[in-house]
């Protein structure tokens, strides 16, 4: 099993004190869903750090932070989505490709037809990765989120979490 983290993202500045917590996720439908548990025990600097390090490199987004590392906020480029998805797509029709390739033999037996379909559907949204709090407290995947956003708005970070899976 493994961690991951999520981010609590808004379309406006967020106060410290308005910043997610783990008793938020307490008999939330995530707990059991997608994850085993929430934790605080996390460090909200370095999970930003690469957010914005992936996002960054990806050359998806451009980020402010100032010096204290209180409001942070990134913006997506007008080619972002693009940037963003670029590695998920080519996988997603590598998987696409194999499983229009197979015969009725592969499909009747399930194994490899069925490991490219949950190729396809991770590479579209995948399950175990960042999660994002958004506006209205909706949980959703990063990739959910970035699909959403909308290009040359600005978006708030406030706090972080670890989950198990």
């Avoid at 410290?16 to 085993?36: L, N, Q, R, T």
């Avoid at 996390?42 to 998806?60: G, I, S």
């Amino acid at each position: 099993m493994s961690h991951n983290r999520i981010f609590q993202i808004r379309s406006n500045p967020i106060n410290k004190e308005d910043y997610i917590e783990e008793s938020d996720f307490y008999g939330h439908w995530f707990i059991g869903s997608v994850a085993d548990y929430v934790s605080s025990d996390c460090n909200r600097e370095d999970d930003v750090r690469n957010l914005r390090d992936l996002l960054v490199n990806l050359r998806a987004a451009r980020f402010g932070i100032d010096k204290s590392y209180a409001h942070i906020s990134f913006v997506l480029m007008p080619n972002g989505k693009e940037a963003y998805f670029t590695k998920a797509y080519e996988d997603f029709v590598a998987a696409r490709q194999k499983t229009m390739a197979m015969g009725l033999a592969e499909f009747a037996s399930g194994s490899a037809f069925a490991k490219s379909v949950r190729i396809m559907n991770s590479s579209y949204n995948s399950e175990f990765e960042y999660y994002v709090s958004a506006d209205e407290g909706e949980i959703i995947t990063l990739d959910d989120f970035i699909r959403k956003a909308e290009i040359g708005k600005w978006y708030y970070i406030g706090g972080t979490l670890d989950y198990h899976y």
